[in-house]
């Protein structure tokens, strides 16, 4: 298995940007298919962005779909998550996740490796 470590959240401003990072050590990281997951508090883990092996391909869910990207950098074994224009809904604890197959890339118990999240709060 891949470990990851996320990075990068905190309390920002509605409006404003912030990147998330998604550290994997362990194992090459490059075969793997990474996602982002996200859940606020009385929430079900939500499907936020992932992308193929290649960095060719990215799927991103409909509620951040023109305000976040999804990157990774293989030479560096990350994977980053940037955010614009939040909105205080976007509050949550962000997860990234790494899977070794394709399928359904938005469902989470598909995810074999995952991290111990980060939180995002966005202020009104």
């Known amino acids: 298995q891949v470990q990851l470590v996320e990075s990068g959240g905190g309390l920002v401003q509605a409006g404003n940007s912030l990147r998330l990072s998604c550290a994997a050590s362990g194992r090459t990281f490059s075969p793997y298919v990474m996602g982002w997951f996200r859940q606020a508090p009385g929430k079900e883990r939500e499907f936020v962005a992932a992308?193929?092996?290649?960095?060719?391909?990215?799927y991103l869910g409909d509620s951040v779909k023109g305000r976040f990207t999804i990157s990774r950098d293989n030479a560096k074994n990350t994977v980053y998550l940037q955010m614009n224009s939040v909105k205080p809904e976007d509050t949550a604890v962000y997860y990234c996740a790494a899977r070794y197959t394709s399928g359904n890339l938005s469902r989470s118990d598909e995810y074999n490796s995952w991290g111990q999240g980060t939180q995002v709060t966005v202020s009104s």
């Open positions: 992308m193929s092996r290649s960095g060719g391909i990215t």
